[in-house]
């Protein structure tokens, strides 16, 4: 023990004490396991100075006949036992972090106040030499009145550990909380905190939320359920309906194959018939884009079929008008086309079908015609590193065939139906004259074809190869070291 702490242990042990503190402070958190380090050689540190001084916690202080020091020493003493709480407490903290994670900080907050109530009692024994008996029987006496006033709170408390323990809910997890959806952004002594989706704060108390009825979207984590409802009109046949919803379905490739999304009727009454289309998707953030997605298609699949929506405005189209011609009203490319040119243009029209697996367009064919999709789903499959893979899927009022008739390109493509197919063709003859004469059409599909050229290209274009780093500390990298 070198000579000035043997002369000056009390100064000695406080000065200790200011390091801790600033030690504690100054490392940064991401250094936690350096932090604990440094608290535990202080606190030996610490113990070492006491204990050589005389200043053992298991007993009275010394120095009975000079009250300054008994009272130092004393103070000393009690902060050791303090200095013990907290260094195990760290120390239970960091062992529980590393098995449980963020889940079990409740647990670990009561384990710490449990030590402290232990070493404050053990200082009361054996520093102060306090009769702990009385002690804890008037602390039983003060704990009963504290807590029936305070058991709404800890009523949240004990409703704290049991959620912990049970781990219905973690951080991260989106759940719902008796028809309150959100995600789970801390988890303390008192309530739950869910961000909603409008990105409002929603604090729930334990207790409401142990009796509550919760819906964990984010177990399974890879499986995320969606829904979308409609309403179609009560005249239209339910096996119509739901071949074209399933078409639909078929259209929106986010959607897992497994568990298989379905079509179920739900509600009928007088004013419509609901059905319901049900699925899942892969992660959370893709619910509100699939979803929006999945109705849209709905949309385009059931018009195809002759089946409109209730809350779609109907009678836009005459019941007598050829499906050329209502297709060409439903197209966003041809819509432009005043009426009279539609019924010119619908006549030279020719409908053909294909079956589920039919080639309709392969890569490298120069079109001479353009296909309008009037039903069903269409594969469209590029080519990269020799094997081909499902870049996308079309449905009703998409085009095909346009780079062919543009710029003589060749399809980049295959275009394959997916599920039973009626399509429209159009031959170049006919078509190139029209585009000649109505520039904004011309100017769609030319903005269509450049989009799906780039498309193509950002989906078949190797990504880059990152150098691999070389070197002496590369390597103990690699081995963990």
Not at 273 to 300: C, H, T
Not at 367 to 373: M, R
Not at 385 to 410: C, T, W
Request: aromatic share 8%.
């Amino acid at each position: 023990m070198p000579s000035f702490i043997a002369v000056h242990p009390m100064l000695c042990a406080v000065a200790l004490i200011l390091i801790d503190i600033a030690v504690w402070r100054l490392i940064s958190p991401n250094l936690a396991n350096w932090k604990l380090a440094a608290r535990l050689v202080i606190f030996a540190v610490f113990s070492a100075v006491l204990f050589n001084d005389g200043m053992n916690p298991m007993q009275a202080a010394p120095y009975a006949d000079d009250t300054t020091l008994h009272l130092a020493a004393t103070a000393l003493q009690i902060g050791w036992w303090l200095f013990a709480a907290r260094t195990l407490t760290v120390l239970l903290g960091a062992v529980m972090m590393q098995r449980v994670g963020h889940t079990g900080r409740l647990l670990q907050d009561l384990m710490g106040a449990v030590i402290f109530l232990i070493a404050i009692i053990a200082a009361m024994a054996y520093v102060l030499d306090l009769p702990v008996k009385g002690v804890l029987a008037t602390s039983g006496a003060v704990a009963i009145i504290v807590g029936l006033a305070l058991q709404s709170t800890l009523s949240d408390v004990f409703s704290g550990i049991v959620l912990n323990t049970t781990k219905p809910y973690q951080i991260d997890d989106w759940i719902s909380i008796d028809g309150t959806e959100g995600r789970v952004t801390d988890i303390d002594w008192r309530a739950t905190r869910l961000q909603t989706s409008q990105g409002s704060l929603a604090v729930i108390p334990n207790s409401l939320a142990a009796k509550a009825k919760i819906i964990n979207f984010s177990r399974p984590a890879d499986m995320f359920g969606l829904a979308v409802s409609l309403q179609v009109s009560p005249h239209a046949r339910p096996q119509t309906v739901i071949e074209a919803l399933e078409r639909a379905m078929q259209g929106c490739r986010a959607l897992l194959a497994k568990p298989a999304p379905s079509v179920a009727f739900k509600v009928s009454s007088s004013g419509g018939v609901e059905y319901e289309i049900s699925g899942f998707v892969p992660a959370m953030g893709l619910k509100r884009e699939v979803r929006n997605q999945l109705y849209d298609l709905a949309f385009r699949h059931l018009q195809a079929a002759g089946v409109g929506l209730l809350s779609a405005t109907e009678g836009s189209t005459p019941a007598t008008v050829s499906g050329a011609r209502a297709l060409l009203e439903r197209s966003s490319i041809f819509s432009t086309l005043r009426q009279e040119e539609k019924d010119t243009f619908s006549q030279n029209m020719t409908l053909h079908t294909y079956r589920a697996g039919d080639m309709i367009l392969p890569a490298g064919e120069v079109s001479d015609h353009l296909f309008i999709i009037e039903s069903g789903v269409v594969s469209v499959m590029l080519l990269k590193g020799g094997h081909k893979f499902e870049a996308g899927r079309m449905g009703p009022g998409e085009v095909i065939g346009e780079s062919g008739i543009l710029s003589d390109q060749a399809t980049l493509a295959d275009f394959t139906a997916k599920t039973y197919c009626t399509l429209y063709r159009i031959e170049n003859e006919y078509l190139k004259p029209c585009l000649d004469a109505r520039h904004d059409i011309g100017e769609a599909m030319k903005a269509l074809l450049d989009f799906r050229v780039h498309a193509a290209q950002a989906l078949t274009e190797d990504a880059p190869v990152v150098p691999v780093k070389k070197g002496f500390l590369q390597w103990l990298k690699n081995r963990g070291l």
